[in-house]
C-alpha cells in the first residue's frame, strides 16, 4: 500500500516547481526544496525495487522514465533541427541523456529542466552498488556526496565533472531516501534527529546568507546551502513521515489530484517549461510584469491548463511504460469485470465490484527551475547554431 504522505509531497513539489517557474519567486526554493525532495523520494523508491528484483530494477527503472521523454524529443528534436539545430551524433543524447543532449538558441531554455532526467539515469546507474555500501556502511556513505561538495565548493576540486558536481549537490538526497526505505530515519531518536536538523539548517541558512547568487538567496544558485538546507528539510519532512495519510483521500477531489499529478508527474515536469517560455512573450504584449499579481496568476493558470491539456493527450504513456492499463485521468474506479455464468462457473459467481486503482507515482522529479526565465523575452532568431542544455532550470 502506497504512503498517501508521499505521494502529497510529490505532489506538492510539482506543483511548487511549476509556480516558481512562472513567477521566479526566491522564497519559494527555500520554504520548499522541491528537487532535493524528489530525488530523496526517488531514493526510496529505488531502494525498493532494487529488493524486490535486484539489479535488473535498473532496466525497470529506465523503461518507466524513458518513454515519455521519447515522446517530447519526438516534438521538439525536428523542429530544433528545422530551426537551426546541427544534425550531429550529439542529437542521440535526446533518446538516451547521459550528458546533456544538444539544443538551438530556443530549446536550450524551453528543454533546460533535462538536467533532471540526466541526475537522474546517473542515479540509477550508482544505485545498486551505493545501496550495498550504505547498507554495510551507512553514515560515511550518506556522508560522502556532502563532503565531496564541500570539496568542489571550497575550491579543493575547481574542474569537478557536471556529473560528479551533482552527485555532490543531490545524491545526499537520494541516499537519504535509501535511509527513508531502510527505516534508519524512523529509527532514529528524536532526541538525535532533531538537533542533527537544526545543526544543518543553520549551517545551510549561514552559508546562503553569507554566499548570496545573481539572484540572491535563490538555493539554485548556492549548491552547498541548497544540500546541507534540503537535508534538514527532508530529516524532518521525510524522516518523520506518517505511517499513512488516510486524510489525503477525505476529499475525493484532493485526493484525485494527488493521484493524478503522482502518475503523470515526469509529462508535467517535462512539458511545463516549453509553456513557460511559450507564454513570456505576454509579460511585453499584456504587461503582466513580476509585481502584478493579477498578471501572475493568470500565467500560473495558463501555465497549468495546457500542461493539463497535453498531459491529457500523451500522458498515458507513463502508464504504458509502468505496464499499466492506460488511463486519461489517473485514480478513478476500473470497470465491473465480467464473470461467466455458463459451464464451467461456478454457481452463485458474481460480478466483482470495482475497485479504486490505488494511487501511483512516477519515478522523476521535479525539480525548481531557474527563476527569471518568464521574464526573460526570448531572443531573435539568428545564425544556426549549437548550443548545450545547462544546468539552469531547477
Do not use: C
Not at 545551510?204 to 546541507?228: E, S
Amino acid at each position: 500500500m502506497r504512503n498517501r504522505y508521499l505521494d502529497l509531497l510529490r505532489a506538492l513539489a510539482i506543483v511548487r516547481v511549476v509556480v516558481y517557474h512562472v513567477t521566479g519567486w526566491a522564497t519559494l526554493t527555500l520554504v520548499f526544496p522541491a528537487m532535493s525532495v524528489m530525488f530523496a523520494l526517488a531514493g526510496s523508491l529505488m531502494a525498493a525495487s532494487l529488493d524486490r528484483s535486484g539489479p535488473p530494477a535498473v532496466g525497470r527503472r529506465l523503461r518507466r522514465l524513458l518513454p515519455s521523454l521519447w515522446v517530447l524529443a519526438a516534438v521538439f528534436v525536428p523542429a530544433m533541427l528545422l530551426t537551426g539545430l546541427p544534425l550531429t551524433p550529439k542529437v542521440l543524447l535526446w533518446a538516451f541523456p547521459v550528458a546533456d543532449p544538444p539544443a538551438n538558441y530556443w530549446g536550450a531554455l524551453a528543454l533546460s529542466v533535462i538536467w533532471y532526467l540526466r541526475d537522474y539515469l546517473w542515479f540509477v546507474f550508482a544505485s545498486p552498488v551505493a545501496l550495498w555500501l550504505f547498507r554495510r556502511a551507512p553514515w560515511p556513505t550518506l556522508l560522502a556526496p556532502y563532503a565531496l561538495l564541500a570539496t568542489i565548493e571550497f575550491g579543493l576540486f575547481p574542474a569537478a565533472p557536471t556529473v560528479l558536481r551533482e552527485f555532490g549537490l543531490y545524491f545526499g538526497a537520494w541516499l537519504l531516501g535509501f535511509a527513508h526505505h531502510d527505516g534508519l530515519l524512523r529509527r532514529t531518536a528524536n532526541r538525535v534527529l532533531v538537533p542533527a536538523a537544526l545543526a544543518l539548517g543553520v549551517a545551510g541558512a549561514a552559508w546562503i546568507a553569507t554566499h548570496p547568487g545573481p539572484r540572491g538567496y535563490d538555493l539554485n544558485d548556492i549548491p552547498l546551502g541548497n544540500a546541507l538546507w534540503s537535508a534538514a528539510f527532508i530529516l524532518v519532512a521525510i524522516g518523520r513521515a506518517p505511517a499513512s495519510a488516510a486524510w489525503v483521500d477525505r476529499s475525493a477531489v484532493a485526493g484525485r489530484a494527488v493521484t493524478v499529478l503522482n502518475r503523470r508527474a515526469l509529462t508535467v515536469y517535462l512539458w511545463h517549461m516549453p509553456f513557460v517560455v511559450a507564454l513570456t512573450p505576454l509579460v511585453d504584449v499584456v504587461g503582466w510584469s513580476h509585481q502584478d499579481p493579477v498578471g501572475l496568476a493568470i500565467r500560473v493558470v495558463l501555465v497549468f491548463a495546457l500542461v493539463g491539456a497535453v498531459t491529457a493527450a500523451v500522458g498515458w504513456v507513463e502508464d504504458v511504460a509502468a505496464r499499466r492499463p492506460p488511463e486519461l485521468f489517473p485514480g478513478g474506479a476500473r470497470p465491473e469485470p465480467r464473470t461467466r455464468t455458463g459451464a464451467g462457473a461456478g454457481a452463485g459467481t458474481g460480478a466483482a465490484a470495482g475497485r479504486p486503482v490505488p494511487a501511483g507515482g512516477s519515478p522523476v522529479p521535479v525539480s525548481p527551475a531557474p527563476a527569471g526565465y518568464d521574464r526573460a523575452v526570448l531572443p531573435a532568431p539568428r545564425a544556426p547554431e549549437e548550443h548545450t542544455l545547462k544546468l539552469s532550470a531547477r
